[in-house]
Nanobody, 114 residues
Framework: QVQLVESGGGLVQAGGSLRLSCPAS????????MGWYRQAPGKEREFVAR???????LYADSVKGRFTIFRDNAKNTVCLQMNNLKPEDTAMYYC????????WGQGTQVTVSS
């Protein structure tokens, strides 16, 4: 079974950048619609961005223009490039299949200091 292992998080100052990665442990994500989500302390998990199997992307209003979701097909990885980070972006970030999600991974922590 595919497992989700997110990486790339860290501590960064406001205005900084991070790139998150979500490689496929088995097979490939290339034929699937994939999403990135985040959960801040005390809040519900929320949608951040998604990419379809055809490469069509969609973003939450709060990250539009700052975040970019893309595939690294050679590495069977779905990535999230995050620029101009803000303190309100602080959260645990997760990837998953957009439809028929599988058990969530451990996520990767993003902390943005002001």
């Amino acid at each position: 079974q595919v497992q989700l292992v997110e990486s790339g998080g860290g501590l960064v100052q406001a205005g900084g950048s991070l790139r998150l990665s979500c490689p496929a442990s088995r097979g490939t994500f290339n034929d699937y619609n994939m999403g990135w989500y985040r959960q801040a302390p005390g809040k519900e998990r929320e949608f951040v961005a998604r990419i379809t199997s055809l490469g069509v992307t969609l973003y939450a209003d709060s990250v539009k223009g700052r975040f970019t979701i893309f595939r690294d097909n050679a590495k069977n990885t779905v990535c999230l490039q995050m620029n101009n980070l803000k303190p309100e972006d602080t959260a645990m970030y997760y990837c998953n299949f957009l439809y028929n999600p599988i058990p969530w991974g451990q996520g990767t922590q993003v902390t943005v200091s002001s």
